[in-house]
């Protein structure tokens, strides 16, 4: 009876021990964020500066004792913006790097095809940058959330430009898939609810370049001899770049037509472009860092330009908001636990740079506010900034649930 009481003891003692060094080996262990982002060819330097916004973050989370006391690790992998390339990108992060979350998205196409997989990897998803309606409306999951804007909530504010000007007749100018096409379609949308003999040019008149374009004369010799007075560019990154760069030189900017560039002020393209950038052009972005001059935007903005010494791009800024993000989810429910983090986010209300965002539980997209504005000089600045500043509420510019198509399983 003593030895078998013995071992008893024994036993349990063993099992004490183990179980008391398992939990301090988990308080040990890190957690891990996976992110992914074009981080090659014409769109790298927004992969870069997602990169940069993302390893701040993770600096200050980590100097204050990371996330429940643990240090926060990060893992980075480039999409190259392919569909396929991207869903591989998140296994690894998932299956290889033991992601406990997963970060980033450029490319609408690729966020397209990743959302469906996260109710596989059962893996929390949080998009920083890509902008279909679809992740967040007809594809929606309990494991995909967004938290930056949106393709509908940003060309609701286009929409809302464009109301107030004197032009008749519409064209575009974008990219060949998904995004380039939605923002046209939601334009016309949104446009011919707020002015309803709002003209826009068929399909076969309108200029939809490859990805791969880095010639846009003949789009831009189109767009010209267009009847169009209006036009919206939805184009971005190198491409945005090339166009411009192009229309400059063949007068595109002449004065005859009212132009609204969707991604216009995204700080990479205005350090790439600086004086070449016309002035008193309707620009958009999903942030601005002159937008607020709260504490919360101040420190980042200091914080990021003493790091980096350039000034914040939204992307750098949807990276170090994830994170943030992330952060608060954890705190709010006491664990990383991929299931209970899923719930923190749900309906999580946070203060970030960008101002106050809540995750709308219905459909996991951010309701945030927005802001476009025209492109000006100031010799204080080495880029073009936003002159005057219009400033949108997400109340108004996001749609209800119900216009999304998103039925959450």
């Not at 003692?13 to 891990?32: E, H, M, R, S, T």
């Not at 609810?193 to 008149?205: G, H, S, T």
Request: hydrophobic content about 45%.
């Amino acid at each position: 009876m003593r030895k078998e009481g013995l071992v008893r003891v024994l036993v349990l003692l063993v099992v004490g021990i183990f179980l008391f060094a398992g939990g301090g080996l988990a308080a040990d262990k890190p957690v891990k964020i996976g992110f992914a982002y074009i981080m090659s060819g014409p769109f790298a330097t927004y992969g870069q500066f997602a990169k940069q916004g993302a390893e701040l973050a993770i600096e200050e989370v980590n100097a204050k004792g990371g996330i429940l006391g643990r240090k926060v690790e990060a893992y980075f992998e480039d999409t190259a913006g392919k569909p396929d390339v991207g869903i591989r990108v998140i296994r690894k992060h998932v299956f290889e790097n033991g992601a406990d979350v997963v970060m980033g998205i450029d490319s609408s196409g690729v966020a397209a095809a990743v959302a469906p997989v996260m109710t596989e990897l059962k893996t929390p998803l949080i998009i920083t940058h890509a902008a279909t309606p679809d992740v967040t409306g007809s594809k929606c999951n309990r494991y995909t959330f967004r938290v930056s804007l949106n393709i509908n909530q940003n060309i609701a504010m286009a929409a809302a430009i464009a109301a107030d000007t004197k032009v008749k007749t519409w064209t575009t100018a974008g990219p060949d898939y998904s995004f380039g096409h939605q923002s046209w379609e939601y334009f016309q949308t949104y446009l011919s609810r707020k002015k309803p003999d709002a003209v826009f040019l068929p399909q076969a008149e309108v200029a939809f370049s490859p990805a791969a374009t880095t010639d846009f004369s003949s789009y831009i010799t189109k767009i010209m001899n267009s009847k169009a007075d209006g036009v919206l560019i939805s184009l971005w990154g190198g491409n945005l770049i090339d166009f411009v760069r192009q229309a400059v030189d063949m007068g595109f900017f002449d004065g005859k037509r009212e132009i609204l560039m969707t991604l216009g002020a995204a700080t990479e393209v205005l350090y790439a472009l600086k004086e070449k950038m016309p002035t008193g052009i309707w620009v958009g972005t999903r942030y601005w860092f002159l937008a607020n001059d709260t504490p919360v935007n101040k420190a980042f903005v200091d914080a990021y330009v003493k790091r980096f010494n350039v000034y914040p791009s939204y992307n750098a800024h949807g990276a170090y908001a994830a994170v943030k993000t992330y952060a608060a989810a954890a705190e709010k429910v006491k664990a990383v636990d991929k299931e209970k983090i899923v719930e923190g986010l749900r309906g999580l209300s946070l203060e970030l740079p960008v101002g106050k965002i809540t995750i709308r539980p219905e459909d996991r997209q951010a309701v945030t506010d927005g802001v476009w504005g025209k492109t000006a000089a100031d010799p204080k600045y080495p880029i073009r900034i936003l002159q005057p500043i219009r400033k949108f509420t997400g109340a108004e510019i996001t749609p209800p649930v119900a216009e999304t198509g998103c039925k959450m399983n």
